[in-house]
């Protein structure tokens, strides 16, 4: 197959071409000749004397008067050549903490003639938010530093000046997604930079952490990546990291604990309230008279798009100005929403998480939290956004037994069975590519399987992460779409266009209905034009409004290290590790749960334990806040004891009456407890009564029950229902 992926690294060939050897040659050429070491040292124990220069760029290049919090320290560590780690709340400036480095480098080697300006090397930071990243590169720009965003959705002309900058040398900060770090073009494309990755900045960094509430398996790469690359240094910032999370960060990339840099999570301004409910409590008719007695901008949290939809609804019934905002909405509605809450001082949205990151407005005055959060880092992250201006804002905490139904489900859902585990390895490890030599390349399409295999997409992503960085079997080598079609907009345009990849596009093209399909891979197999050419010529007509292109089926490519495993009890062993750590992972998980149902429920200042959770010793703050529920009221909260029911016999038996499946007794525990898979999806059993008919039942409880009643009818699919 063609080696051009063109959904992760469809530009990085072209990159590596015009990042020329000889460039690097001079580089080492120079560095002998001037005898200059490249790696930083670190230079003496006194105050640094990079603190004169992050502060004159500070003031100069950022228009800010002076460093806040540990800014300078942290700023100073990276500047002399050391990692760090930046635990800092939301808003606090954590940004400020790499970009005045990035500025700051270029002056330093002039000020010290260590290094000629191209090769000053660059500032890279990876960050998972891709709207935040341009908003982040357009206000530098405004500044005059030249920074550069490189993802997916960049027009060809910016694609082009960014790689013109970066083989020059004169780009002082570069941002991409940690998926970036799966093609093997742009990786090897930053490694050629003159002088280097000076500074690698890894944002959102509690996403490393297998502890941590928000993992993501794309972040472990990014350890691998730093030493393979031989960044000089490194900084991970994060506004929430337990002790145990900041140690796991410190951990994977050898930053000492001198090297971390934390502050406190204790906002004097909040006061944070919880108060506890039954099913029978009027949740809403409470809510309204909170936000009646509370006005001002508020964000009200919920767990599903479902219930951020119905809640702001029956706010609007009441009179008040509310609207949803999830991921599931139209890009330009949660836009216009997020716009319109900016500038709004009294309106109210109802979101899911995926509302907040990166908003930085400071009149926020409710943070409420309708249903219960993940964890205590996400409800420290979403409170952190009120009352950014200082002034007194308040923090509604919801504890509603209901809730934990709809936790344990994400929770339960998460880990496969061992069924689904059996048929990844089989899958994966599949008799035509048993063939298959270190070096070699093997495709899959992650969507396809997730069905297949019945695991949902982000465990699946977790499984492969642990396949590539801890058995080593593969690695990642980018992703490519397979289907193409468009309208085409300005037939002109596409008519006058002489190139060869055009014409053979054009050739090739057929219409049917609205739509114009081509397939690129004849394309490229009958002309023996490139496919990235091909790819990179309908992305230019398309920015250029000749066409609207579509692009669908995603295929993942991976670059086996070594030949994949055909001994079964080998592969036995590897589905019984990850399974441990699947396990590992819901027992975390629950224990997530429990830990914020137990900071609102202790007789304890709130503000303190919450401090404490994050390894704060509380020296800092009053033993009291004073105004949280405990400290105002001294009455604790009581979550009302509503225990799981024992599984009735009769609904066991019902289940096992139009469900046939006995080889996956976790299967059948999940039709019991109301959890959706593809594979119950084709059963179509939603509406027959089985499905959640045991949902106030334990989970675990119903997986002993089958997997006893599995075991009684001798195992083995009788039919998928
Ligand atoms: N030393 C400082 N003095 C004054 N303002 C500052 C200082 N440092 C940062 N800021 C400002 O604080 C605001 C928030 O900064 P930034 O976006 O870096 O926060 P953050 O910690 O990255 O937040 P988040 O966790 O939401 O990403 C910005 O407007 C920034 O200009």
């Known amino acids: 197959m063609s080696s051009d992926y063109d959904l992760a690294s469809e530009d990085e060939a072209d990159l590596i071409a015009a990042t020329t050897p000889s460039v690097d040659k001079k580089r080492k050429l120079d560095d002998i000749e001037t005898g200059n070491d490249l790696t930083v040292k670190k230079v003496n124990t006194g105050p640094s004397p990079s603190i004169p220069l992050a502060n004159r760029v500070l003031r100069e290049r950022f228009g800010l008067p002076s460093f806040r919090l540990k800014q300078e320290a942290a700023i100073a560590r990276i500047l002399d050549g050391e990692s760090a780690t930046v635990v800092f709340p939301t808003g606090a400036g954590k940004s400020i903490c790499y970009q005045v480095p990035a500025v700051a480098f270029r002056i330093q080697d002039q000020e010290t003639g260590s290094r000629a300006p191209e090769f000053s090397g660059v500032t890279l930071v990876i960050s998972p938010l891709i709207a935040l990243m341009k908003d982040q590169v357009d206000a530098l720009l405004k500044r005059k530093i030249n920074a550069a965003v490189l993802n997916s959705s960049v027009s060809r002309d910016h694609y082009l000046a960014t790689q013109e900058d970066l083989r020059l040398g004169r780009l002082d900060m570069l941002y991409c997604a940690p998926e970036r770090l799966n093609s093997e073009g742009f990786i090897a494309s930053l490694k050629a930079i ?84 039954t099913t029978h409590t009027d949740d809403v008719g409470r809510l309204a008279s909170f936000l009646t007695k509370h006005p001002g901008p508020t964000i009200i949290y919920v767990t599903i798009q479902k219930g951020a939809e119905m809640l702001a609804g029956e706010l609007v019934a009441r009179g008040f100005q509310a609207r949803p905002y999830h991921a599931g909405m139209n890009t330009d509605v949660r836009t216009k929403t997020q716009d319109n809450f900016l500038a709004s001082g009294k309106m109210i949205v109802v979101a899911t998480i995926a509302f907040g990151m990166g ?32 002034l007194p804002s308040t923090c509604l905490f919801n504890l509603s037994t209901k809730d934990f139904y709809l936790r344990n489900i994400f929770t339960y859902g998460d880990r496969p069975s061992d069924r689904s585990l059996r048929l990844l390895f089989k899958d994966i490890c599949s008799p035509e590519r048993q063939n298959l030599k270190a070096g070699d390349i093997f495709e899959v399409s992650l969507y396809h399987q997730s069905r297949d295999v019945d695991i949902g997409p982000t465990t699946l992503g977790i499984l492969y992460a642990h396949l ?72 230019e007509w398309n920015e250029r ?40 992972k819901e027992r975390q998980d629950l224990e997530r749960t429990t830990a914020l149902i137990d900071l609102v429920t202790d007789k304890k200042c709130f503000s303190r334990s919450l401090a404490e959770y994050f390894g704060e010793s509380g020296v800092d703050m009053p033993n009291e806040c004073g105004h949280c529920t405990w400290c105002e009221t001294h009455e604790q909260v009581v979550l009302p004891d509503e225990p799981p029911q024992p599984p009735d016999p009769e609904k066991i038996k019902r289940i096992l009456s139009v469900v046939k499946v006995r080889d996956d007794p976790r299967l059948l525990a999940k039709i019991a407890f109301g959890i959706k898979s593809p594979r119950i999806g084709a059963m179509k059993i939603y509406n027959t009564g089985v499905f959640e008919s045991m949902n106030v039942c334990d989970f675990m409880e119903l997986v002993r029950i089958f997997t006893e009643e599995c075991a009684r009818e001798g195992g083995g699919s009788h039919g998928d229902g």
């Open 545 to 584: 409004g000749a066409i609207e292109l579509e692009k669908r089926g995603v295929l993942n490519t991976y670059r086996l290290e070594k030949p994949l495993p055909s001994d079964q009890e080998e592969i036995d062993i590897m589905i019984k590790e990850l399974d441990a750590g699947m396990a590992e």
């Open 359 to 390: 908003i930085d407005k400071p009149n926020i005055r409710n943070v409420v939290h309708f249903d219960i959060p993940s964890s205590i880092e996400s409800y420290s992250q979403q409170i952190g956004r009120a009352g950014r201006d200082g």
């Open 468 to 539: 590539e960085l801890h058995y080593k079997l593969f690695r990642s080598a980018g992703a490519l779409y397979t289907d193409y079609k468009y309208k085409p907009q300005n037939s002109r345009l596409i008519s006058s266009d002489e190139s060869p990849s055009a014409r053979a596009i054009v050739r090739a093209s057929v219409t049917k209905g609205k739509w114009t399909q081509v397939s690129l891979d004849d394309v490229a197999t009958s002309t023996g034009i490139a496919r990235m050419d091909l790819v990179r010529k309908m992305d």
């Open 194 to 277: 003159p002088g280097g990755i000076r500074l690698l900045a890894v944002d959102e960094a509690h996403c490393i952490s297998e502890w941590g509430h928000s993992f993501r398996p794309d972040y472990l790469k990014i350890a691998r990546f730093a030493q393979e690359a031989k960044v000089e240094r490194v900084v991970c910032l994060t506004a929430t990291a337990t002790p145990k999370v900041a140690q796991d960060i410190c951990k994977a990339f050898n930053i000492p604990s001198e090297g971390l840099f934390t502050t406190t999570v204790y906002r004097p301004n909040l006061r944070l309230l919880a108060q506890t409910s």
